[in-house]
């Protein structure tokens, strides 16, 4: 079976860390380890109208965004199709079928969408374009047969979602999908970066982010203004690590070859921690090592950015090949779909015959 990766990002807003260390740092490596036939990355703004239904323009001002992040970071698109979601039609399609293969109950037990309800505050007016997008995600993933779908933690009931969908469906009709797996980054802080305000997740829609796109000066004013332990008050204070975002920071950026270079007086982060937590090191020292850590990593990603910036046109192009290339894995996937499910009526020689005789016209159909 060929080795298939698809994920994507909502262009809701520029990527931060969050999807950095959540998502794209990994799609790079597998892109890099060649060990995939076919790797997709979709930005997915009919997903993102789902919840800005409002705010069209901030969608359409995302995509080379969204798409800049993407390059920045190490994606090519000699090796990754990146694409636009509402351009490859056949996925709402897929969605309509698989819609009838779920329960308005399963989606209202999903623990993510439960959770965004209540982060958005919808109460009872809930879009049912946003409350079906755990469906709309499989079609996604199932359309382009991904075997692996590399994303933050947050996303493992809608891989859950999915695989119940191929199942069922291959039950019903047939073996047709693929069922994915889910590829959650290793390091435990990276499953779900918390926001710089201590917020349990780093959101586009929370405004707590650190931009892959940030000026040197804005990440170092967002570092320097994070929130940490509200209880470390003067530098003797015993610290707390637990839940202190700029720990999780460290835990998700440094390496220990940081310490040598950005902060000597210590060999690595567990001997800060036990600094921390004994009392005596104050957060603007922490501070400042995160900062020149963020600013390591993001250096060479703000250089490639400035590169593509310079090509605006050349990036479109890259989005318009990647999304022909999608639209056909997609018309096939949904060719078969509808094949398995036998609504492909005027390809259904059994079916013409058949009604041919029991109405003893011609079964000559040409
Ligand atoms: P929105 O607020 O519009 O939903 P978002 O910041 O949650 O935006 P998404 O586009 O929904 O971003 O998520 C894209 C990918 O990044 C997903 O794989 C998700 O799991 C991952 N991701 C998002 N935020 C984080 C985070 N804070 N930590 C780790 N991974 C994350
Ligand atoms: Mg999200």
């Not at 957060?283 to 593509?308: G, H, T, W």
């Amino acid at each position: 079976m060929k080795k298939i990766i698809l994920t994507g990002d909502r262009p809701t807003g520029p990527l931060h860390v969050g999807h950095y260390v959540g998502s794209l740092k990994q799609r790079v490596e597998l892109q890099n380890s060649g060990e995939y036939d076919d790797i997709y990355i979709m930005i997915a703004d009919a997903q993102a109208l789902t919840d800005n239904a409002d705010e069209p323009e901030k969608v359409r001002q995302n995509i080379i965004e969204v798409a800049l992040d993407y390059l920045s970071v190490g994606l090519d698109p000699a090796k990754s199709s990146l694409f636009i979601q509402s351009q490859v039609a056949e996925l709402c399609e897929l969605s309509f079928y698989y819609m009838n293969l779920v329960t308005v109950s399963r989606l209202q037990r999903n623990p993510t969408v439960k959770s965004e309800i209540q982060m958005r505050d919808f109460q009872t007016s809930i879009p049912v374009g946003f409350f079906t997008y755990p469906i709309s995600q499989a079609s996604d993933i199932t359309a382009f047969k991904a075997t692996a779908v590399p994303v933050g933690e947050d996303q493992l009931p809608m891989l859950e979602q999915t695989r119940e969908i191929v199942r069922k469906f291959n039950d019903i009709y047939g073996e047709t999908l693929v069922e994915p797996e889910i590829l959650l980054p290793e390091n435990q802080a990276c499953l779900r970066l918390p926001g710089t305000d201590g917020k349990a997740k780093m959101s586009k829609s929370l405004g707590n982010c650190i931009y892959l796109s940030d000026t040197e000066t804005e990440v170092q004013k967002k570092v320097m203004n994070m929130f940490t332990d509200p209880n470390h008050l003067r530098v003797e204070d015993p610290g707390k690590v637990e839940g202190n975002p700029v720990f999780t920071y460290l835990d998700a950026f440094s390496r220990e070859e940081h310490f040598a270079e950005f902060c000597p007086d210590y060999s690595c982060l567990q001997e800060m921690k036990d600094h921390y937590s004994r009392g005596g090191l104050g957060d603007v020292k922490v501070k400042r090592f995160l900062n020149n850590v963020l600013q390591a990593e993001l250096a060479p990603i703000r250089e490639r950015r400035k590169s593509y910036e310079k090509d605006i046109p050349a990036v479109y192009e890259i989005l318009r090949q990647g999304t022909q290339k999608a639209q056909k894995a997609a018309a096939e996937t949904l060719r078969e779909v509808k094949a398995s499910m036998r609504i492909n009526y005027f390809e259904d020689e059994e079916l013409i015959c058949a009604y041919a005789r029991k109405y003893g016209s011609t079964s000559d159909t040409n």
